[in-house]
């Protein structure tokens, strides 16, 4: 009989550029980041230090594009959406073809999704150091790109979709699943998470402020960790190790629980980066509770992909691609084992704020992600030029290197982060006065570990330049070359879109999602009738599965066969962790939620100086959150407590931040006088010896950008600050006018000569209205 | 030698067992397991060098 064959032909072009984007793009990012790391140590690299490079001939005490607060951002989102967001593309696919046995569905979406990804890397290069910032960690971009980040996402959720719908292979394989559940969460995480009303064309004000803001923020951020930085990289390991290793996955039932316990549980535990915090009780305990369950199919992953390497350990010796995956895992394993021990809130009470948070997160991306990366692209290479890997000692070496600088980061992060939270709970005197109440103390007894960080970050930069030679070598030695395959005409089987509708788990699992939304989304009889559908469905179904005798497997099997229903219930079991925790804090008055303390709205001039505040990114080293620890009350507190909810409710964005290189200024307010914040801002070192902060001398020369604030209070208040609404643009100016005379008049008192109209004395107005607040019975 | 007994009693169990549950599982005609798609990643490959632009 003759079988008639059709070829297929993948599309790995898309592949190589991806490839390709994500090592350049890495290597700034890591650049970025060991660049920052020296700023921390030596406070010259804030701009400083370019008079001395040039000798002399750039004349400058500090460069605004150059400061830390302007470029942690920059690292932060080049690593994760530029590095890991085009290694992600090049893993998902070049897998995504094979796994459907069909070439991309749109080789226009395929180039939309390449190009665009890269324009949005470019604009976000451009604008971070520039400051233009929406305030929020990884959401800084401003809205414009928010929207170019939303539609190339949507271009690439259409070409993955779309290459499903077309795929020549009836089931779908697990690491398919970890990519419908990284497009459909992230998707609804980031519009979500970037809802905002525009002042200007490079400006806008998050609709949430204060605590909603803040748990948003963390239900996002958490989970561009879990979505961003792990499901896709599961996919990506229940692909590549298996092919790397050459032998199925340890256990594909034990795949089943991890995915779906991780979509689950993961989207829970975003409170707890918000614990010891004024964020509602039952929150930070179900933030606690969750991490501490993510442990386990966190593991049930690790373990799935470090025993798929069963049988072939002794590759170790010879194969880097075995040795990066393992070590990957081996860190996917440890990160999710320590992420859970800082959920614990005693624990967190020491490390919150601190560099053990960075460490972990480090161990992550660097460990996790950086090496899958690497053991993928040393894979990829010589498949995608058709040769062989130029040299792998080269890549052995990197190995090494990277190793060796991951330890030396994490380690060092775990005694600074340590040895500071320590320092700064410490108590004499029966616990009645702080040991070491100045800030800069703690700095002085961490300097070792936050030099031995940049030598490790510099170690792991260094390997990854030896993979950029090594696959830039391997790629010039040989020919770009795409799969092929071939398959039977009568294999392939087209799913029947209509008939597989009609088949049992899919109709019992539409229905009683539908159900179930029907309970939370309505009151009255739909709120009712919502319950007691969902019990008569799942007892239906129940009774449907048990009296036909079918089998768990079939039922899934059909599942798979299935990816609509299978989406729809991937998006149900990865929101109802969100809907549980944000709907009701989000739909609360914000009137019933401020702990009897309701904030002074900010003057014109105290607004324009939060934003300078924000744009500057001093957010990235200054918490404005006392948290209800007796520690941070006795050294922050000022007789007032910790910091109640109602002191940041119209604090769009919330600043409580997530790290305190420097000291928490949620009660700056009052503390010190104007010229102090005058002289500090100018050479912080003159004020406070030891001090790392940058010099911000350009806040002396520029003007504050009084025109944008008509624009700037009229989306404030339509956010729910009370600014009268006949608030005129000369009123305004009067006021500023008004309240920076007072700021100048108080600076000449102690002679010092300040312009009214700079941007300084708009950031001296808000410091100084930092924890001001009015008692509410 | 007691013990003896005792394994190739359970020895014989075990086998009987299998052979029961095989046998099961030949009637019921089903050879597909959820298990079998692990080895979809494993598919074979050739490649062709890529058209130059």
Not at chain 1, 602 to 618: F, H, K, Q
Request: proline share 4%; charged share 15%; with cysteine.
């Amino acid at each position: 009989m003759k079988t008639d064959k059709v070829t297929i032909v993948y599309d790995d072009d898309s592949v190589r550029k991806f490839m390709i984007a994500s090592i350049f793009w890495g290597l700034i990012s890591m650049v970025a980041g060991v660049f920052i790391a020296t700023q921390l140590n030596f406070w010259q690299m804030n701009g400083k230090f370019l008079e001395w490079i040039t000798f002399g001939l750039f004349k400058s005490e500090g460069v605004e594009f150059l400061t830390f607060g302007r470029l942690r951002p920059l690292h932060t989102n080049a690593a994760i959406f530029a590095f890991v967001g085009n290694m992600m593309f090049a893993g998902v696919y070049y897998s995504t073809q094979r796994l459907c046995r069909v070439r991309m569905a749109s080789d226009l979406l395929s180039k939309i999704n390449f190009w665009g990804w890269q324009f949005i890397i470019v604009c976000a290069a451009v604008t971070l150091p520039a400051g233009f910032t929406r305030g929020k960690e990884y959401a800084e971009l401003i809205w414009p790109i928010n929207i170019l980040v939303a539609v190339i996402w949507l271009v690439f959720a259409a070409n993955f979709f779309w290459t499903l719908g077309k795929r020549n292979e009836r089931s779908l394989y697990v690491g398919l699943w970890f990519y419908i559940a990284t497009i459909v969460t992230i998707t609804m995480l980031y519009v979500v998470n970037h809802l905002s009303i525009p002042t200007s064309f490079t400006h806008s004000y998050p609709i949430f402020g204060g605590v909603q803001d803040a748990l948003i923020q963390w239900w996002y951020g958490h989970n561009a960790v879990a979505f961003f930085l792990t499901t896709p990289m599961l996919g990506i390991m229940y692909y590549f190790v298996p092919k790397a290793a050459n032998r199925p996955v340890y256990s594909y039932r034990l795949s089943i629980i991890h995915f779906w316990s991780l979509v689950f549980i993961y989207i829970w535990a975003g409170p707890h980066h918000l614990l010891n915090t004024s964020l509602p009780e039952w929150l930070q305990s179900l933030g606690m509770l969750f991490s501490l369950m993510l442990w386990a199919p966190s593991w049930a992953g690790m373990l799935n992909g470090l025993l798929t390497l069963r049988g072939a350990w002794d590759k170790l010796l010879t194969d880097p691609v075995i040795k990066f995956f393992a070590a990957a895992v081996t860190f996917y394993g440890m990160a999710t084992f320590e992420g859970p021990l800082l959920s614990i809130k005693s624990v967190n009470a020491l490390s919150h704020y601190t560099d053990w948070t960075i460490g972990h997160v480090h161990s992550g991306t660097l460990g996790w992600n950086g090496f899958l990366a690497a053991g993928m692209f040393y894979w990829l290479a010589p498949r995608l030029w058709k040769t062989k890997l130029y040299s792998v000692t080269l890549a052995n070496v990197h190995f090494w290197l990277g190793m060796v600088g991951i330890l030396l980061y994490v380690a060092s992060m775990w005694v600074s982060g340590i040895t500071q939270g320590l320092m700064l709970s410490e108590t004499i005197e029966g616990g009645t006065v702080l040991k070491y109440p100045s800030f800069v103390e703690t700095i002085d007894a961490i300097r070792i570990p936050m030099l031995t960080r940049m030598i490790g970050g510099s170690f792991y930069l260094i390997g990854f330049i030896l993979m950029a030679y090594n696959i830039w070598k391997t790629a010039r030695g040989g020919t770009p070359a795409n799969g092929t395959v071939e398959i039977a005409a009568q294999d392939i089987e087209k799913p029947n879109w209509t008939k597989s509708f009609c088949s049992a788990p899919i109709i019992y699992s539409l229905l009683i999602i539908f159900s179930v939304c029907l309970t939370i989304f309505s009151n009255g009889a739909l709120f009712i009738s919502g319950i007691f559908l969902t019990i008569f469905f799942v007892i239906v179904a129940i009774g449907h599965f048990e009296f036909s005798s079918a089998s768990w497997e079939e039922w899934y099997e059909k599942l798979l066969d299935h990816g609509f229903a299978f989406s729809v219930l991937t998006i149900f079991a990865a929101a109802i962790g969100g809907a549980i925790q944000i709907i009701p804090t989000v739909t609360m008055q914000r009137a019933d939620n401020i702990e009897g303390r309701l904030q002074v709205p900010y003057t014109p001039l105290e607004l324009a100086g939060r934003d300078i505040y924000v744009s500057e990114g001093c957010y990235n080293c200054h918490s404005q959150m006392i948290r209800t620890l007796v520690p941070d009350v006795m050294r922050y507190g000022q007789d007032d407590g910790y910091s109640h909810l109602g002191e940041s409710v119209y604090d769009f964005p919330y600043q409580w931040g997530s790290k305190r290189t420097g000291p928490d200024l949620a009660r700056e307010g009052g503390l010190r006088s104007d010229e102090w914040h005058f002289l500090h801002m100018l050479n912080p070192r003159q004020i406070s010896e030891g001090s790392t902060m940058p010099n911000y001398p350009w806040l002396f020369k520029k003007e504050i950008k009084v025109h944008q604030l008509p624009n700037k209070m009229n989306a404030m208040r339509m956010l729910g600050v009370p600014y009268p609404i006949d608030l005129s643009e000369e009123d305004i100016q009067a006021q500023i006018d008004e309240q920076s005379a007072e700021i100048v008049a108080r600076l000449a008192k102690a002679n010092i000569f300040a312009e009214p109209d700079k941007e300084i004395i708009a950031l001296i107005a808000y410091l100084q209205k930092l924890g001001t607040f009015e008692v509410r019975e | 030698m007691k013990v003896l007994l005792l394994t190739v009693f359970l020895s014989l169990l075990l086998a009987v067992l299998f052979l029961m549950f095989f046998i099961l599982q030949y009637r019921k005609g089903s050879f597909k397991g959820t298990e079998q798609n692990a080895l979809r990643p494993l598919d074979e490959e050739t490649s062709e060098v890529a058209p130059r632009k």
